[in-house]
């Protein structure tokens, strides 16, 4: 809808994760050095860790990218809830092999034949796991189990291991030594700073043609960076819901009034979490001397009294649940009185 407005030729901030669009911040080029380090070595795990919505599926994407023509076979796990049989019937799909109806010694000899194949092919296997954290202890034996196969004195599987930062605590608890041990790299991705979020923000527009319009000011960028500390997916839903305000609107120019007023709707949702709103500091209404102050030094003093109003309208939602199950109560024993009586009565 926005695009159309603002003449863009396609959408900037969609949530599903395209490379197309990967801005290499700090860490995340740092992030994409380990698993081309990883690539390299062709052996081990790399394990790339990160809060939710941090960037790792993007990331895997735009390695993808970069190795067309690198004669390396990937395989891509997404669904790791599973156990470990299982486990190994999706990683021998994403190979193209038989998995249905075979056993587990059958699957394990498949897999060795294949990667064996790719070896002599002058070709390198690589399985990325995503959302490794959910991944059970049995289903990462197995994961281990298969780096152990070797082919003329070489490992056949390279594999990335993506989990959120929990992930990093699992790695570290009690019987996944060996596991740790054909670690090669490890890498936490950590979120934009202030001034990345703008230059993501601006990376992203520039990516569908944007030429200034709108036109965002400084103090739209810091209460983006506020809300969502830096954490891309967060960024680009708060911007994204920025620009369809503003074709909405029909505004040429993003200033404190619209990212205000944007906030505001986003805080209404019923969805939302009332304790992270209050947190999130809301964008003041400034003068032009206040522009370069930041948002949230000038926030702070009015924080106390809006949690005070939002704890008094939860304690009259809940005295007004409270009167009306005593009501209901009333009214159901005001009606077994009356049936008890009924019977007595007949008897």
């Not at 190979?95 to 897999?111: D, E, I, M, N, W």
């Given at each position: 809808?926005?695009?159309?407005?603002?003449?863009?030729?396609?959408?900037?901030?969609?949530?599903?994760?395209?490379?197309?669009?990967?801005?290499?911040?700090?860490?995340?080029?740092?992030?994409?050095?380990?698993?081309?380090?990883?690539?390299?070595?062709?052996?081990?795990?790399?394990?790339?860790?990160?809060?939710?919505?941090?960037?790792?599926?993007?990331?895997?994407?735009?390695?993808?990218?970069?190795?067309?023509?690198?004669?390396?076979?990937?395989?891509?796990?997404?669904?790791?809830?599973?156990?470990?049989?299982?486990?190994?019937?999706?990683?021998?799909?994403?190979?193209?092999?038989?998995?249905?109806?075979?056993?587990?010694?059958?699957?394990?000899?498949?897999?060795?034949?294949?990667?064996?194949?790719?070896?002599?092919?002058?070709?390198?296997?690589?399985?990325?796991?995503?959302?490794?954290?959910?991944?059970?202890?049995?289903?990462?034996?197995?994961?281990?189990?298969?780096?152990?196969?070797?082919?003329?004195?070489?490992?056949?599987?390279?594999?990335?291991?993506?989990?959120?930062?929990?992930?990093?605590?699992?790695?570290?608890?009690?019987?996944?030594?060996?596991?740790?041990?054909?670690?090669?790299?490890?890498?936490?991705?950590?979120?934009?700073?202030?001034?990345?979020?703008?230059?993501?923000?601006?990376?992203?527009?520039?990516?569908?043609?944007?030429?200034?319009?709108?036109?965002?000011?400084?103090?739209?960028?810091?209460?983006?960076?506020?809300?969502?500390?830096?954490?891309?997916?967060?960024?680009?839903?708060?911007?994204?819901?920025?620009?369809?305000?503003?074709?909405?609107?029909?505004?040429?120019?993003?200033?404190?009034?619209?990212?205000?007023?944007?906030?505001?709707?986003?805080?209404?949702?019923?969805?939302?979490?009332?304790?992270?709103?209050?947190?999130?500091?809301?964008?003041?209404?400034?003068?032009?001397?206040?522009?370069?102050?930041?948002?949230?030094?000038?926030?702070?003093?009015?924080?106390?009294?809006?949690?005070?109003?939002?704890?008094?309208?939860?304690?009259?939602?809940?005295?007004?649940?409270?009167?009306?199950?005593?009501?209901?109560?009333k009214e159901e024993l005001s009606q077994l009185r009356e049936a008890v009586l009924r019977t007595?009565?007949?008897?």
């Amino acid at each position: 809808m926005y695009e159309r407005y603002y003449k863009l030729t396609g959408k900037p901030f969609q949530l599903s994760p395209d490379p197309r669009f990967f801005y290499g911040s700090k860490t995340h080029k740092r992030a994409l050095a380990y698993l081309r380090y990883g690539i390299e070595q062709a052996e081990g795990f790399i394990v790339i860790t990160g809060d939710v919505g941090a960037g790792k599926t993007t990331l895997v994407g735009r390695l993808f990218q970069s190795l067309a023509g690198d004669n390396v076979v990937a395989g891509r796990l997404v669904s790791t809830q599973v156990q470990a049989d299982d486990l190994l019937r999706l990683v021998a799909a994403e190979f193209g092999l038989p998995y249905q109806r075979v056993t587990k010694a059958s699957l394990l000899h498949q897999l060795e034949l294949f990667f064996r194949t790719c070896a002599d092919e002058g070709k390198r296997a690589l399985l990325v796991v995503d959302e490794a954290q959910n991944l059970p202890r049995k289903a990462l034996e197995e994961l281990r189990m298969l780096s152990n196969f070797q082919w003329k004195g070489r490992s056949t599987l390279q594999s990335f291991l993506l989990g959120q930062k929990e992930f990093r605590n699992i790695m570290r608890s009690e019987g996944f030594e060996q596991l740790r041990q054909r670690v090669i790299a490890a890498y936490h991705l950590r979120p934009l700073d202030e001034a990345e979020t703008r230059e993501y923000i601006e990376h992203r527009l520039k990516m569908v043609g944007w030429h200034g319009v709108p036109s965002i000011a400084d103090v739209v960028y810091r209460g983006i960076f506020d809300y969502t500390q830096g954490i891309p997916r967060k960024i680009n839903l708060l911007a994204d819901r920025l620009m369809l305000y503003g074709a909405l609107e029909q505004l040429q120019d993003f200033n404190a009034h619209t990212i205000e007023a944007v906030l505001s709707d986003v805080r209404q949702e019923l969805w939302r979490d009332p304790e992270h709103d209050e947190a999130s500091l809301d964008v003041p209404r400034e003068s032009a001397s206040e522009a370069r102050a930041p948002i949230r030094s000038r926030q702070l003093p009015e924080l106390d009294s809006t949690k005070a109003r939002e704890q008094e309208r939860r304690l009259e939602e809940m005295e007004q649940s409270v009167r009306s199950l005593t009501s209901l109560l009333k009214e159901e024993l005001s009606q077994l009185r009356e049936a008890v009586l009924r019977t007595d009565k007949d008897e």
